[in-house]
C-alpha cells in the first residue's frame, strides 16, 4: 500500500505522473496513437476527408453553429474510428481464433462508425440543401 494515498500503487508507473508532466506525456500517447491510425486505410481516408470538409465547413455554415456542426460531424467520425480501431487492435492482442464475443465487439464498433458516418452525412445534406435552396 502507498501510504500516502491508501490506495494500491500501480504496476503502471505512468500512472504516477502528475501536473503538467502528466499532460505533455498524454499528448506524445495521443501522437503517438493518431501515427499508428493513419497506418489504418478507414482512418486515413476520414482523415483526408477532413482536410476537404472542416475548410468547407467555413462556407457552407451560415452561423458558428452551424460552422461547429459540420465540422464536429466530420471530427465525431474520426474520433469514432479511432475507437473502433482501438477494439480492433485489443480483439486481435488476444488472439487470432474465432470467437463470438470477439466477432460481436467488432461489428459494435463498426456499427458506431457507420451510423457516425450516416449522421455526418445527414448533417451535410440538409446544409448543402439548404444552403442551395437559399441561393
Known amino acids: 500500500m502507498n501510504s500516502h494515498y491508501s490506495q494500491p500503487m ?19 500517447y495521443s501522437l503517438s496513437g493518431l501515427k499508428a491510425a493513419w497506418f489504418e486505410k478507414a482512418f486515413r481516408q476520414e482523415a483526408i476527408g ?4 472542416i475548410p468547407l465547413a467555413f462556407y457552407v455554415g ?4 452551424e ?5 464536429g460531424t466530420v471530427v465525431l467520425v474520426m474520433v469514432v474510428e479511432l475507437l473502433n480501431t482501438g ?10 481464433e474465432w470467437h463470438e464475443l470477439a466477432k460481436r465487439a467488432k461489428d459494435t464498433g463498426s456499427a458506431a462508425v457507420l451510423l457516425s458516418l450516416l449522421l455526418c452525412m445527414a ?4 446544409a448543402l ?3 442551395i435552396i437559399s441561393a
Open 87 to 96: 477494439i480492433e487492435s485489443a480483439i486481435d492482442r488476444i488472439g487470432p
Open 123 to 126: 448533417v451535410w445534406a440538409a
Open 129 to 131: 440543401y439548404t444552403k
Open 62 to 65: 451560415k452561423t458558428w453553429l
Open 10 to 28: 500501480s504496476a503502471n508507473p505512468q500512472k504516477h505522473r502528475t501536473g503538467l508532466n502528466r499532460v505533455w506525456h498524454a499528448f506524445g
Open 67 to 71: 460552422t461547429a456542426l459540420l465540422a
Open 50 to 53: 477532413a482536410i476537404v470538409l
